[in-house]
């Protein structure tokens, strides 16, 4: 590709990043996706105004933090599955963990977290459908496990994050994302003296929209902000496991 070519490309996809984020309400903020995409890509959108990021892999979130290690005021967001024998590393690349899926892993970084002296935030992850293909709590298994929730002191409950299943159509998407809602302000009136719900980790490239109708306070993109058209400048992370 040609330094002029290369030089078209960051403008155009500069000008687009700007544009998606200026369409957001103050409100709501956007986590802007990056699993694999490449650091200097991540410059561009920091350049255009951005500052939260969201990985899925350790080891990739862990050789870009080292790429990006001049730009100290991102915000990393773990928004993938996280495996218990990968929790220490999550903490310390971290400074969000939205998919903390299960009590035994809750338990376990609030443990690490405390011999790390850390102050994670936390989303727990929640399933307001069944859906065999996403981890999380159901709701009356969360509602049976915030008593021990509530327990773990080192982390900080920030809210809920949700994924809706695939396959949905709107009027079903947006009932999962109010059924969200609902549930986070069911426990906020329990009056927990560890766990908040002021965040809503909802929404996606194809959804964010019917999220933010819901009240969604953060939304994850990815496909929207760095789409098709920027594949040749993609690198291809991988990550075992």
Known sequence: MSNSTTHTLDESLYEHLKAIRSQLPVSVRLIAVTKTVPADIIRIA???????FGENRIQEAAT??????DLPDITWHLIGHLQSNKAKKALELFQWIHSVDNLKLAQRLNQLAGEL????NICLQVKILPDPNKSGWTIPQLSDDL??????????YQGLMTIAPFGLNESQTLDVFNGTRELAVEIKSQ?????QMQQLSMGMSGDYQLAIEAGA?????G????????RSRISDYQEPG
């Open 46 to 52: 920091y350049a255009a105004g951005i500052r939260d």
């Open 64 to 69: 870009k933090q080292a790429q990006l290690h």
């Open 117 to 120: 002296n850390l102050k994670p």
């Open 147 to 156: 008593p021990a929730l509530n327990h773990c002191k080192n982390l900080q």
């Open 191 to 195: 009056n927990w003296s560890n766990i």
């Open 217 to 221: 306070t953060m939304v994850r993109l």
């Open 223 to 230: 496909t929207i902000l760095f789409g098709e058209r920027l």
